[in-house]
């Protein structure tokens, strides 16, 4: 045994502790769409479609395509009737899209202007109602102008960008082939705020590589990586926020020709003429909206949710496993940044689900479950995500003791009052020893803990008052009245075989053991003769050491009671049999056995199931991951219904003990 526990030891380190080495990769060039229509890769460049080269023929303006772009696209405007315009739109916006990327070499002006005149005939083909005629949108020239908007908009904001970055509030002004048109920044979004907006990447500069599923969505609009800037305006939430963090906006371009009504003393050829159209740049979030409503019609915007996070991870500042390492080995050098971390917009409405990492690992772990939560809308609707990084060299008790006072911390600065009920309804997803740091959250200690260490009391004790504190912090607790459900994967509630004495060998001499948690023993052993038992949980000085099955907390832990408002899940996994892994280990997850996994008997449990994937990936394993969407929308489901008024009476402490009954909903494990 010790010595399969020291050769999976070994592969933890070489496998499950090797981050990705990239999340995202610049691509060689931007991802265009109209690539194949427009046929990027003709000998010559760019060229015209066939049903435009069609048009052309039509009016023998073939010859006209190597001559002046604005002239050809102003001749065919001419020509249009009621019944050719959106043939003639399509034609006109390609035509003027494709000189614009001949010219952005050489001619920067042309480029801009013929990109503004592309947009502008894009935007007609799609929402113009004076035409009477409405699109076909079964046509595949559809979606093709809806690219060549897309496109066209890329291409201005790039050229617009060189004369200094966009911001909300700013003004520009751009010339069209008929028309000199006003430009302005808005921000679109309930949680962002313009001094937010350092800069804005393109999206299609960048490929995925670090995440599984890469969710974009199709409509109209210029998909965006937001580089978020640090301010101190005073916003409780600014100091949740991590450097440098990446959200996503997608860019439309509404366009207004009305922006000059008639006036009394205006000639009447001068109100005849046409007016030139008005162009706002809306930056809009689109965890906010999805779609946008445009004079009588809704459009789809384009997003993309994967890519921002991607290159937001690919940092070098949050590689999972420079700090992962230094959590283990170094904890007193992460307590710096340690906390809690939001990688959205503070909403005070919606529900927290907090992500809580495990042994040698980061918050970076719940990227992929993150990614796939939030591409869910009902999610999005109801739930903002947070992200707990902890030093894991330290017992686990000591960091559900921080993360204990981070959470208490949170909720005095963004409801001191208690006003918010949402922040109530909070979900911990935990893995592996994160699911122990979890559960710690909502059980009652009373003196249980305590008597790991002696059957003396507490008040007895001879210390200094900061170390009493200390220890009053971990031993001594309520559940938390804001936690209503813990999921736990791959969570050892019975102790780890991998906690061995070789590896608790090995973790004893790489991990240095926080300083004030060392002075505190050696105090305490010193000034207290025979006060503690041998075993005394106290002697135990690393996050190896705790997660032993002898370990003197978890048996105390497991038999604890949850306050009557929490509900459990739990997620246990299964290395398949025919593997090599599973060849190595014995039932369970290569590291947590099967029967430790297990909260069988467990008060308050809801759910349990098993999934195939070793510890190092159940809680990136799809299944994992549906059943904790799973998890979030039978809350939602149960905020609905019309029991949810003796929950929240019981979550507020004016109900009785075990007022709300449920029935269990656990799935048969395999015996």
């Known amino acids: 045994m010790l010595r399969r526990s020291g050769v999976i030891l070994l592969l933890m380190i070489a496998v499950g502790c090797a981050s990705r080495s990239q999340w995202v990769t610049l691509r060689a060039t931007p991802r265009n769409p109209l690539a ?173 590589n670090g995440l599984r599923n890469h969710y974009h969505t199709y409509g109209l609009g210029v998909p965006l990586i937001a580089v978020r800037q640090a301010h101190g305006d005073g916003d409780v939430a600014e100091q949740f926020y991590p450097n440098n963090l990446c959200f996503p906006l997608t860019a439309f371009l509404r366009i207004d020709r009305d922006t000059q009504p008639d006036q009394p003393g205006i000639q009447v050829a001068e109100r005849d003429k046409p007016r030139a159209p008005r162009f706002v740049l809306e930056l809009h979030d689109p965890l906010d909206r999805q779609t946008l409503a445009i004079g009588a019609k809704q459009a789809p915007l384009e997003t993309d949710l994967s890519t921002p996070l991607a290159y937001f991870l690919n940092q070098p500042e949050f590689q999972e496993k420079d700090i992962s390492t230094l959590g283990l080995l170094r904890p007193d050098e992460l307590k710096a940044v340690q906390g809690l971390y939001m990688l959205e917009p503070y909403d005070p409405n919606k529900m927290p689900v907090v992500m809580v990492h495990g042994l040698w690992s980061s918050p970076a772990t719940w990227m992929e479950m993150f990614n796939d939560l939030r591409s869910e809308p009902l999610v999005r609707q109801h739930y903002q995500f947070w992200f707990y990084l902890y030093p894991t060299g330290q017992p686990f008790w000591e960091s559900a003791a921080q993360f204990r006072g981070d959470l208490a911390d949170m909720r005095r600065r963004l409801d001191p009052d208690h006003r918010l009920p949402a922040l109530d309804q909070t979900v911990l997803v935990g893995h592996s020893m994160g699911g122990l740091v979890s559960k710690l959250q909502t059980v009652d200690s009373g003196d249980q803990f305590w008597r790991t260490n002696t059957d003396q009391p507490f008040a007895e ?103 009557p408002w929490v509900d459990y899940h739990n997620i246990v996994g299964r290395v398949p049999e025919n593997t090599f892994q599973g060849f190595l280990t014995r039932e369970g997850d290569g590291i947590v056995a099967i029967e430790s996994a297990r909260l069988d008997g467990q008060s308050r449990l809801k759910s349990q199931v098993v999934v195939p994937a070793d510890h190092l990936s159940v809680h990136r394993h799809p299944q994992s991951i549906l059943e904790v969407r799973r998890i979030l929308f039978e809350q939602v489901a149960d905020l609905q219904s019309p029991t949810f008024g003796l929950h929240e009476a019981v979550a507020s402490g004016q109900a009785a003990d075990g007022a709300v009954s449920t029935a269990s909903a656990e799935t048969p494990l395999p015996q």
């Open 461 to 563: 004790l001879d210390a200094d008052p900061d170390v009493r504190e200390a220890l009053a912090e971990s031993y001594f607790f309520r559940p938390s009245p804001s936690v209503r459900r813990v999921v736990t994967i791959g969570t050892p509630h019975r102790g780890s075989d991998f906690a061995n004495g070789f590896t608790r060998w090995v973790s004893a001499k790489l991990i240095d053991a926080p300083m004030q948690m060392l002075n505190g023993q050696r105090q305490l052993f010193a000034r207290n003769g025979d006060y503690f038992r041998p075993n005394s949980s106290l002697a135990i000085r690393t996050s190896v050491d705790s997660l032993d099955p002898k370990s003197p907390w978890l048996p105390v832990l497991a038999s604890a009671d949850p306050g």
């Open 36 to 208: 194949e229509s427009i046929r990027s890769v003709h000998p010559r460049g760019p060229q015209a479609s066939d049903r435009t080269q069609q048009l052309l023929r039509r009016y023998d303006l073939v010859g006209e395509l190597d001559g002046d772009r604005s002239a050809l696209v102003a001749r065919l405007a001419g020509l249009a009737t009621t019944d050719s315009l959106h043939e003639h739109q399509y034609a006109m916006s390609e035509l003027a899209y494709l000189g614009a990327k001949r010219a952005e070499g050489r001619r920067r002006t042309l480029a801009v202007e013929l990109y503004g005149t592309s947009l502008l005939h894009a935007y007609e083909y799609l929402f113009d109602p004076a035409d009477g005629v409405a699109c076909n949108p079964y046509d595949p020239q559809f979606r093709g102008a809806c690219d060549l908007y897309n496109q066209s908009l890329e291409g201005l904001l790039r050229l617009v960008q060189e004369e200094g970055d966009l911001r909300p509030g700013d003004r520009r002004t751009i010339q069209t082939t008929n028309h000199t048109c006003s430009f302005d920044v808005e921000l679109k979004s309930t949680g962002w705020h313009a001094e937010d907006l350092n800069n804005f990447l393109f999206v299609s500069d960048y490929e995925v």
